[in-house]
């Protein structure tokens, strides 16, 4: 089975702070995803990474950037924690290989970001 | 461009009566279709997918799917609610290129006892 895991399920900084959110999958996924989740606004993309070393803006990149140095490796960056940066922060990966596989995504658990 | 919209923000529903979650997409050729849940502080897990093949699709915990082009429609159902289906629901359409218009803005399902 794909695994997804995120290295924070929960995290507490204050306003300014650089935080750093890690994902890693284990399925040699292509694509890798940072999604942010909050209540009544459902799942908007960050950014999304189709390979090492490339990366696209999604729906809402303003203060947020992204590294993938290693393929299984997808890292979130907060340069400036600010407090409406508090939410639910969920990564994904998915293949680009065809046959079966369509888009479907695989979740890691989450990682409940709070800004004080 | 792919995208797709829930029309329902929160369902209620009664243990042991059935569900009906609607999604309806939009797209310029066949799309593939997903459903994923989520518990409370859990990530998302697949539901179902549709992917061109059967348009009834079957997915775990007794849920299926149908898709229907004439509507544009992929409703998620299930005959029978059970306590644990509390959950929140995401319809997702997949892309090759566009992941940016692919989640709905999710069902909140509650079962009353």
């Known amino acids: 089975d794909v695994k997804v895991t995120q290295s924070s399920r929960y995290l507490v900084k204050r306003t300014g702070e650089k935080v750093f959110l890690e994902c890693v999958q284990d399925?040699?996924?292509?694509?890798m995803f940072w999604y942010r989740q909050d209540p009544g606004l459902g799942l908007r993309l960050i950014y999304f990474?189709?390979?090492?070393?490339?990366?696209e803006k999604g729906d809402i990149p303003e203060g947020y950037s992204v590294s993938r140095e290693k393929k299984e490796r997808f890292s979130l960056i907060l340069e400036s924690a600010s407090t409406n940066q508090t939410s639910m922060y969920l990564c994904?990966?998915?293949?680009?290989?065809?046959?079966?596989?369509?888009?479907?995504?695989?979740f890691g658990e989450g990682s409940r970001l709070t800004v004080l | 461009a792919q995208s797709v919209t829930q029309l329902d923000s929160h369902v209620s529903v009664s243990e042991g009566t059935p569900v009906l979650l609607r999604c309806n997409y939009s797209?310029?050729?066949?799309?593939?279709l997903f459903w994923y849940v989520q518990h409370p502080n859990k990530g998302l897990q697949l539901l179902l997918k549709?992917?061109?093949?059967?348009?009834l699709v079957k997915g775990i915990n007794g849920f299926e799917a149908e898709f229907k082009k004439s509507e544009t429609s992929f409703h998620l159902t299930k005959p029978s609610a059970h306590m644990s289906d509390a959950a929140e629901y995401f319809c997702?359409?997949?892309?090759?290129?566009?992941?940016?218009?692919?989640f709905g803005a999710g069902t909140t399902v509650t079962v009353r006892a």
């Open positions: 990474s189709y390979d090492v070393k490339m990366k």
């Open positions: 797209s310029s050729y066949s799309p593939s």
């Open positions: 549709y992917t061109s093949a059967a348009t």
């Open positions: 994904a990966s998915s293949s680009i290989s065809g046959g079966a596989d369509t888009g479907e995504l695989f």
């Open positions: 997702f359409t997949g892309a090759s290129n566009d992941y940016k218009l692919s």
């Open positions: 399925m040699d996924h292509e694509n």
